[in-house]
């Protein structure tokens, strides 16, 4: 009786051993579904390093057009600044001389810049960077994919509404960016 209690006691002994083996290493599965997490992980990363290069050029155009939008809305300010000026010299003319309901293309005149131009709105004309001054105007430089469009409104005769539309193209997408301001005669309160 008590070499069968041995035996068996070496059999459940082999038994323990055995299973021990199978249970320390991975089986197929387990390092299938390691792989498959991991692959998933790589390639979500990869994908919003992808995504993440396309959209800085679309991001990049869009704070462009915003501060092309900023720049109507001064240039237009400073045309009535320049009005202010001129007609404390005692010049006569009007807080709003030049600034005519409608829409208009607005370019600074001269090198460096001394003047504000307001021109007929044309829908084809885009703006040209020039990299020897570093500005957007509508004759000289690389043409850009910008389109501005400076919207005069006279609400009353000591109010004007402004809007500027931006219209531009990145990775062929359309975008538009719409910015309004009101000036005022203050000089007249």
Avoid: C
């Amino acid at each position: 009786m008590q070499k069968s209690k041995i035996k068996m006691q070496n059999d459940n002994l082999k038994f323990k051993i055995k299973n021990l083996k199978f249970s320390s290493g991975f089986t197929l599965i387990e390092a299938l579904v390691a792989l498959s997490i991991l692959i998933v992980g790589i390639i979500s990363g990869f994908i919003l390093v992808t995504k993440a290069l396309y959209d800085v050029s679309i991001i990049q155009d869009r704070l462009t057009a915003s501060f092309l939008a900023q720049e109507g809305i001064e240039l237009v300010r400073q045309k009535r600044d320049s009005n202010y000026v001129q007609n404390i010299k005692s010049t006569s003319i009007v807080w709003d001389q030049g600034l005519a309901d409608g829409d208009h293309l607005i370019t600074t005149t001269g090198n460096p810049p001394s003047g504000i131009q307001l021109l007929p709105y044309d829908e084809d004309k885009v703006l040209q960077w020039d990299s020897s001054s570093g500005l957007y105007n509508y004759t000289t430089g690389m043409s850009t994919n910008f389109k501005r469009k400076i919207n005069i409104t006279h609400i009353n005769p000591n109010e004007i509404e402004i809007t500027v539309t931006m219209d531009w193209t990145s990775k062929g997408m359309k975008f538009e960016l719409v910015v309004e301001d009101f000036l005022y005669n203050w000089l007249n309160f």
